[in-house]
């Protein structure tokens, strides 16, 4: 069978129109209508709103996000805060541990998180050592990660020993979420990611530190690892600052979790706290896995559903501009 019958073949099959001389094709698409584009918008989070859901005991969902992906799944799902976590140092940079990461890389994670996720409440965590130096060291990068990266919050990590960098980012304007109990950025200090608050006197430590910090100005409450018992008492004597638990019982005002974690991605250890809403990982195996032996057995792509011909005409015209022997060449494997 020659070229041109087999080009002219494969035309008909596809069914291919043309209009005023000129062949129909579409190389980009409008994006897809999302499946809720019916629902009505939400409104802006805002710190107003989290206390008002906080007064109305209604739940908050906070999750991180750490690309323009994550953060557009943060918004057309519903989240209520997104959080840029300095986690993404592990479950997406490779380091070994949160304190590795730097300003400029927050900044660039967070500036893309910033143009998919519009509606959550935005907030980025401050990396180790952005903050402890000074408070001036503490204003410059709380700023930038507001100014460059567009987060509308920033949050800390520590005690009372913060309260005063609490107190001056909140004074120039910053919006502070505090977090309390565990800190992952201190983890060398305490021997490893333990448990926090499990005797009377650590556990008085941790309510002052979160009383201590909510008078500094800290609009809201990470409360990390901590006995159930603990984090219901200090959402009880918070006097505005909404609790956002993460291992810290079901009394918080509100969770949080890590999104590797939730669906599953992670492959580093899984803490207690962690519950698994999806198996992405698995998916991605199956993927992976299945587009390598299509490859492999030549059924990727498949030439009529996922090729493009050229028409008849143009073939023939290319055809009558290759050297002779290609030519013959090219009829030869054809034929």
């Known amino acids: 069978m020659s070229t041109t019958t087999l080009v002219a073949s494969a035309l008909r099959r596809q069914g291919r129109r043309e209009v005023g001389g000129a062949r129909r094709w579409m190389s980009v698409r409008p994006e897809a209508k999302p499946e809720n584009a019916t629902r009505p918008a939400r409104k802006k989070v805002t710190i107003q709103t989290l206390q008002r859901l906080r007064n109305e005991n209604v739940p908050i969902a906070m999750l991180t996000a750490y690309d323009f992906p994550t953060g557009r799944a943060c918004e057309t799902h519903g989240v209520d805060i997104t959080l840029v976590g300095d986690s993404l140092a592990q479950v997406c940079l490779g380091y070994d541990s949160t304190t590795r990461i730097t300003m400029d890389e927050m900044v660039h994670h967070c500036r893309a998180v910033s143009r998919g996720s519009k509606t959550p409440f935005l907030i980025a965590d401050m990396p180790f050592g952005s903050y402890h130096t000074s408070t001036d060291d503490a204003v410059r990068n709380a700023l930038r990660l507001m100014q460059e990266g567009h987060a509308e919050a920033v949050k800390v990590e520590g005690g009372i020993e913060i309260a005063d960098i609490v107190h001056r980012l909140t004074t120039v304007g910053v919006p502070v979420m505090a977090h309390v109990g565990l800190l992952p950025q201190r983890h060398v200090m305490s021997s490893g990611y333990k448990v926090q608050g499990k005797d009377a006197r650590s556990a008085m430590h941790i309510l002052e530190s979160a009383i201590a910090l909510e008078q500094a100005g800290a609009f809201a409450m990470v409360l990390e690892a901590i006995p159930h018992a603990l984090g219901r008492y200090i959402t009880q004597r ?98």
Not at 253 to 258: A, E, I
Not at 320 to 334: C, K, T, W, Y
């Open 238 to 335: 918070l006097r505005y600052a909404p609790t956002i638990g993460i291992g810290a019982g079901p009394d918080t005002d509100g969770q949080v979790l890590v999104w590797d974690d939730m669906l599953g991605t992670w492959s580093g250890h899984k803490a207690k706290f962690v519950r698994r809403f999806g198996d992405v990982r698995a998916e991605i195996e199956r993927g992976v896995t299945s587009y390598i032996h299509a490859v492999q057995e030549r059924s990727f792509p498949d030439p009529e559903k996922e090729g493009y011909d050229m028409p008849v005409e143009e073939w023939q015209t290319f055809m009558s501009m290759v050297q002779p022997g290609a030519r013959m060449r090219e009829a030869s494997l054809s034929g």
